[in-house]
């Protein structure tokens, strides 16, 4: 079993190149941080593997955002394969990959099994000078902000400003 859902690992992963106070950071850039973080997703805690999910988070950043097409992707699911096996009755399937290459593969195959499942769902923050990601799993699938709390706010706030500033404009 896995530690967290899919879709939670992926999701963290995503989002862990926040914006603090205006600036880009990474929650992975520090060594030990990113040991403790990989080990609590279930991994190894390794460099190898820090690299490999390193290069997945920022191909599968650039693929959501629409920057870049899922070919980018390739190389980090390369020479992966799935083995069945019977068991309690049903098939199970175990993916053959390098320990080192397993969250990263994880991130990647939890992307394509929500796009297949939930195409749209996973998304960029609306607010563009958000990093974040959206995992809309709302009936309405109308959710734009990260949080609606921050990013909702701020935007809303932002509007309204805009608002007040061309209504104030116009009158002259
Ligand atoms: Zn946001």
Redesign the pocket.
Known sequence: MEPVPDDDFLLALLNSTPVVRGLPTDDLADAGQARTWLASAGGLGTEPELQHVLRARQALQAVIRGEEPPEVLAPEIRGVSSVPAVAGGRISWTLIVPAERRLAVRAILAWDALASTSPGRLRP?A?NQ?R?FLLDRSKANAAR???MA??GNRMKARRHYERARQGAASEH
Do not use: A, G, I, Y
Request: aromatic share 12%; with cysteine; glycine share 0%.
């Open positions: 923050c607010n958000c974040l902000w990260c949080s921050v990013c």
